[in-house]
DNA sequence: GGCCATAGCGCG
DNA sequence: AAAGCGCGCTATGGCC
């Protein structure tokens, strides 16, 4: 069953296809509808966005199991038809089905400040109707119902002649083919009903992706609020060894303060702001030090004592500002840090966060995640993940039986770098990330001779974008076109179709998105899986960051918590890639603080 | 005063 | 000639 739902009500009752089995429901108190609904009937629920709704059911004590989220899903088939970018809201959606101006997406919800009028901006309805009579009970489900259909025509032929082959296991479309007409397929398709024909693999695929997409709202909400567990006094301590004591009056700490002053010193006595590039360049330009930047790279081969300084200054100035004590004034409550993920913010499908940085935590402050008195954390990650995608969406059979081996540079070294696992490394990575200069180009060469089918598959992903064409993640996450994330660029470099700088730019982010965002969905389906098995117990998922999840586990469970991890990795896989020799390893750790992990 | 581009470094 | 992907965040510095 299905149950539409809007911020503040009504509901409705539906059939998976979007067909009414009850008449709208008014309710007083959405969370409790939500939470007797759920207990009665476990159903998909159907909302206009996760992140507008669910954190309100949550701080009501309310979890759901399932979702479809409808703005995450419209954004997945926009890029789908080549529309990326065009405004993902229902209002928008239902605008576009019933031909009124289509309004533009609203600002992206602010950060949140803890503590600060916590969910008052989260909880309201949503933005008020842009069409005038819009009834959004009747938009959700009438969106709902045509968003089925346009996934169910994905790969059926339906589709403009032009617009990719069939079959997705190449993740490719042909140059220049983005989706040319794809615009018109707008209400065409309503009243189609069910499917009576079986769905494409195209189609399957797709609606996982949504599904997945879908779940990963829902963890990264719970997550937001569960939070992850942070010790106020060990991050203190780690300040206080780092940085020495904050300053009383607001200034740089101590150890900060005294590296600024013994910097000028080195340059002379000329007092300068070590975090201001340009001056760093004047001070040792003076010193008749010529450099082309200030990065760390670049500072470390240079013989003045000025340099071992500021590298050490830049290090510590980074933790003071990033993840210091106002950080944590802001983002820490309770013992917990509690980031704003957004599920779908980066382009590859990855997760990205509003405020907080938590996908950039600093090793060295990672101490202060600890589990509580009982519990334990089980840190899991994913080991070597790209390559091991690399191998089993190109299919290149020797590649995969190397992608089979817990260490799969170490496999393609003793299969074909004569050992040499950094060489290995190097190459693959190279391939992956489009580098063909340098110490990569002759090991590039050794990887194409041993594995032509999995270099084949990157080097026409990247000459697609090169050529101005569109490329798909695995199961159907598309890129978006050369004109929005290029514009400037071609502006600097001349543009895409040139066959310039830029678009071998865009040659090398195609390239990689074909692997990236296939990497995202795999890791994206674990979360999703593991979520489910996880609920009903005590454990909580706590973190994720691109290929790494923490659950916080009571301590008793902890090593049955660690299986279930290891379970979910392998259940992600087949429910991608079905039968195939790769393997997902994970390295499963059990510890009581982020920073003894692995 | 606010806005924006850039530099630089944190993470994967 | 040289050319590795994706991000967030905080700072400076130039601009209006």
């Not at 954004?75 to 089905?97: F, I």
């Not at 938009?139 to 089925?148: F, K």
């Not at 992956?432 to 990569?440: S, V």
């Amino acid at each position: 069953m299905l149950i539409a739902v809007v911020p503040g009500g009504p509901l409705q009752r539906l059939t998976d296809e979007g067909a009414p089995l009850g008449p709208p429901e008014r309710v007083v108190d959405v969370a409790a509808a939500v939470s007797r609904l759920a207990a009665a009937h476990r159903p998909r629920w159907l909302w206009p966005a996760t992140a507008d709704i669910y954190p309100g059911l949550l701080r009501a004590g309310v979890r759901v199991e399932r979702c479809h989220d409808l703005e995450l899903t419209e954004a997945l088939l926009l890029g789908h038809e080549g529309r990326w970018g065009e405004p993902r809201s229902m209002v928008a959606a239902w605008a576009r089905l019933t031909g009124a101006p289509v309004p533009p997406d609203p600002l992206p919800r602010a950060a949140r400040a803890p503590g600060d009028g916590q969910g008052a901006l989260f909880d309201a309805a949503p933005a008020p109707p842009a069409i005038p009579g819009l009834d959004p009970l009747t938009a959700l489900i009438e969106v709902y119902r045509h968003q089925q259909a346009r996934i169910a025509s994905l790969g059926s032929g339906r589709r403009p002649a032009g617009s990719g082959p069939g079959p997705v296991p190449s993740g490719l479309m042909s140059a220049g083919s983005e989706a040319t007409g794809a615009t018109r397929e707008d209400g065409t398709r309503q009243g189609s009903g069910p499917a009576s024909v079986p769905p494409t693999p195209e189609a399957r695929r797709f609606r996982f992706l949504v599904a997945a997409e879908s779940a990963g709202a829902l963890v990264a909400a719970e997550m937001g609020h569960e939070g992850l567990p942070w010790r106020v006094d060990i991050h203190d301590a780690i300040l206080a060894d780092l940085l020495g004591e904050a300053s009383p009056v607001g200034g740089a700490p101590r150890r900060l303060a005294e590296l600024a002053r013994r910097i000028a010193e080195a340059f002379g006595g000329q007092r300068i702001h070590p975090d201001s590039p340009a001056e760093v360049l004047r001070a040792f330009a003076r010193a008749g030090i010529t450099l082309p930047s200030t990065r760390a790279y670049v500072l470390r081969g240079v013989d003045h004592p000025a340099a071992p300084l500021l590298l050490e200054y830049k290090e510590l100035y980074r933790v003071w500002t990033a993840h210091g004590w106002a950080w944590r004034h802001q983002w820490v409550t309770g013992g917990r840090f509690h980031p704003e993920y957004v599920p779908g913010g980066v382009v590859s499908g990855r997760w990205a966060t509003r405020g907080g940085g938590a996908l950039q935590i600093p090793k060295v402050v990672r101490g202060a995640v600890v589990a509580d008195p009982g519990w334990r954390l089980v840190v899991a990650d994913a080991g070597q993940l790209e390559p091991r995608v690399l191998a089993v969406v190109s299919g290149d059979e020797a590649m995969c039986r190397a992608a089979g081996s817990g260490d799969m540079y170490g496999a393609l070294a003793a299969e074909a770098f004569a050992g040499d696992r950094d060489r290995a490394k190097v190459a693959l990575l190279g391939a992956m990330y489009g580098q063909t200069g340098g110490q990569a180009a002759p090991a590039l060469a050794t990887l194409r001779r041993s594995y032509p089918v999995a270099l084949s598959y990157v080097e026409e992903a990247a000459r697609v974008g090169e050529t101005g064409g569109l490329v798909r993640s695995w199961l159907g996450r598309t890129c978006p076109p050369a004109t929005v994330t290029w514009r400037e660029f071609e502006e600097e470099a001349g543009p895409v179709e040139s066959g310039g700088a830029a678009a071998r730019a865009r040659g090398r982010f195609t390239r990689n998105f074909v692997i990236q965002a296939t990497a995202a969905e795999w890791a994206l389906a674990l979360l999703a899986t593991l979520r489910t098995d996880l609920a009903g117990t005590a454990a909580r998922l706590v973190f994720f960051q691109h290929d790494e999840v923490i659950v916080h586990s009571p301590e008793e469970v902890a090593s049955e918590v660690a299986e279930r991890v290891g379970a979910a990795a392998q259940r992600a896989r087949r429910l991608l890639f079905g039968d195939t020799p790769v393997r997902f390893p994970l390295g499963v750790s059990i510890v009581d603080s982020y920073a003894d992990a692995k």
